[in-house]
């Protein structure tokens, strides 16, 4: 892997993991908004950003101590983001793996260890990142979509 490549990447979780953290009292639990989210929009733009969230959410996750958010959360993150890279060509569907995904997953991990109605969760975790992903995540692919130097920056990586 390319030095740039890994810089990208490093730069996206330093970025989601700081993100996450500083937010923590939003970020965690079955009413969450985790700004961070919205960083699972880069993945349209170079593939390499899928690790770069994937490691971000790991690290993210670590500040809850709990293994099944630690694993089911990341991973969950990794096949988003994944689906967000399949979905590039549409930037309006970009967004839409994490809301999913997050919704039902962690929203169904979440009834398991905080207790409470699945749907209830379901529905908390799919609002807040449809906050995230949609109303941060797509003003940020505008932007970086139009400035020259950062899309540049994004494509070679």
């Not at 490549?5 to 989601?16: D, E, P, R, W």
């Not at 930037?91 to 009834?111: A, H, R």
Request: hydrophobic letters at 55%; glycine letters at 8%.
């Amino acid at each position: 892997m390319k030095i740039r490549k890994i810089l990208y990447a490093a730069v996206i979780a330093a970025v989601y993991a700081m993100a996450s953290i500083i937010c923590a009292p939003i970020s965690y639990g079955p009413v969450q908004v985790r700004l961070s989210e919205a960083l699972t929009v880069l993945p349209a733009f170079s593939p390499v950003a899928i690790w770069g969230v994937f490691v971000s959410c790991i690290v993210a996750n670590l500040v809850t101590g709990s293994v099944v958010n630690i694993i089911f959360g990341s991973l969950t993150t990794l096949v988003a983001a994944y689906c967000s890279y399949k979905l590039r060509n549409n930037k309006w569907l970009v967004p839409l793996p994490p809301v999913l995904l997050n919704g039902l997953i962690v929203g169904g991990y979440l009834t398991v260890i905080s207790g409470g109605l699945w749907y209830i969760n379901m529905l908390t975790v799919t609002l807040g990142q449809l906050v995230s992903c949609y109303l941060i995540g797509i003003p940020l692919m505008i932007i970086v979509g139009e400035n020259k130097q950062i899309h540049n920056f994004f494509k070679n990586s």
